[in-house]
């Protein structure tokens, strides 16, 4: 058996992963079904990059970014129907560039004002492209100076009515570009990058900043014109994770961060001063903030190593609740993700681990109301997206197998 190490997340994985497993679902108060398991699987266990989903015209999608073998021809970005995990269209990635992270986070966006909303992915052809959305022909193709590991973003950064497409790549590279694929800026920084970025009204001005959390924990944040705003130091730690919401109600969002060694720290997004930190224990993941328990407060909901989830008061960092998601041992816990699975109005977080087990839990005291679980590993976070139009958001889970799980929740 061989091992992969992402470092982003420290030692992970075992690959040569297994294809369709044994299935268990459970229920507290929610009922979980599985809709489909796509037919994405790869001869390695270690896929990491999360699935995004949309509502694309009539029908819903599935861009599934699926890693293989070195040398393989397994390596793709996958649009999967959303209705029942059949393949639309897939773009190849040649086999000579074909790895573990041969495909970045995809987003989808309207990138180019078509009125169209493309999929945008990196890859390790060392180049971001834009794909129509269901033929999956290329609108976009511009280069970067590493292979891209974070999802793209398309914003309006000035406050001018024009798209830019922001990525960088994991040399921690800062690219923006025109939809004609014209370089508007570039800025280098010295260090992998690993975490999301985040995108953000972060100083309060109504414009979006766009922030970037290093391997070498700076943190940084950047305006239209691709000038720094503030850059800090996460105390000496990796930053893996980042979000981002107002946590303090002043008009401003915060930048939240998430290191390898254990802190989770909400940063001032105007100034870039530290409002609070908590340690959690190694490999501290954040992702989904909201007001679940409906107290007029967000929350920030995160989790680490020993697959503990816990709401974290958004102004003080004080924990509210805590729950234990498995009890088996854990390499990693992805950060959790928020939304509407019953579309009823009030927000449930969906929880993945490591052991391939998927937790729907109650925001308002932890408390979980359905699991589902499959015998093949979790590296990353859940996907919510409504793609049927009934006013529920779906999920969507990548497994380590290149698998692609979908899942409805009732109740």
């Given at each position: ?12 994985l075992?690959?040569?992963g ?8 459970t229920?507290g ?23 995004a989903?949309?509502?694309v ?8 970014p ?117 370089q508007?800026?570039r ?15 972060l100083?309060?001005?109504g ?29 000496g ?54 007001d679940?328990?409906?107290?007029g ?16 008061d ?32 009030d ?65």
């Amino acid at each position: 058996m061989r091992r992969v190490t992402l470092a982003a997340l420290g030692a992970v994985l075992l690959v040569l992963g297994s294809g369709v497993a044994a299935v268990t679902l459970t229920g507290g108060s929610a009922g979980v079904s599985e809709a489909w398991v796509s037919d994405t699987g790869t001869s390695i266990g270690g896929n990491h990059h999360a699935v995004a989903a949309a509502s694309v015209g009539d029908s819903g999608v599935v861009y599934a970014p699926i890693s293989g073998r070195s040398g393989t021809g397994e390596c793709r970005l996958a649009a999967l129907h959303a209705s029942n995990g059949s393949t639309m269209w897939e773009a190849a990635i040649p086999s000579a560039n074909c790895t573990i992270h041969a495909v970045a986070d995809p987003a989808v966006a309207d990138f180019d004002g078509d009125g169209v909303r493309e999929v945008l992915a990196s890859s390790t052809t060392e180049e971001l492209r834009a794909y129509h959305p269901t033929t999956g022909a290329v609108e976009l193709s511009v280069p970067l100076t590493d292979y891209g590991y974070t999802r793209p973003a398309v914003v309006d950064l000035a406050g001018d009515g024009q798209r830019e497409v922001v990525v960088v790549d994991v040399r921690g590279t800062v690219f923006s570009y025109a939809p004609d694929g014209t370089q508007l800026w570039r800025q280098n920084l010295t260090g992998t990058t690993y975490a999301p970025p985040v995108v953000d009204d972060l100083t309060g001005d109504g414009t979006a900043e766009f922030g970037v959390g290093l391997g070498t924990s700076t943190v940084a944040v950047f305006d239209a014109g691709g000038e720094r705003v503030w850059e800090r130091e996460a105390f000496g730690e990796s930053v893996g994770w980042t979000a981002s919401a107002d946590l303090d109600d002043d008009g401003g969002a915060e930048f939240v961060v998430a290191t390898t060694a254990g802190t989770v720290a909400a940063f001032d997004g105007a100034t870039g001063e530290t409002i609070w930190t908590r340690s959690l224990g190694p490999f501290a993941a954040v992702g989904g903030i909201g007001d679940g328990d409906g107290d007029g407060d967000p929350e920030v909901y995160a989790t680490a190593r020993d697959a503990t989830l816990r709401a974290l008061d958004g102004a003080t960092g004080e924990v509210e609740w805590e729950t234990t998601l498995t009890s088996e041992s854990v390499q990693m816990t992805p950060p959790p993700s928020v939304g509407d699975l019953d579309g009823d109005g009030d927000l449930e977080l969906v929880a993945p681990t490591n052991d391939g087990l998927v937790s729907v839990v109650d925001p308002a005291d932890g408390s979980v109301v359905g699991t589902y679980e499959r015998e093949a590993a979790i590296f990353t976070h859940a996907t919510l997206a409504d793609t049927d139009g009934d006013g529920a958001d779906e999920v969507y889970v990548q497994y380590g197998d290149g698998r692609v799980v979908a899942l409805r929740v009732d109740g």
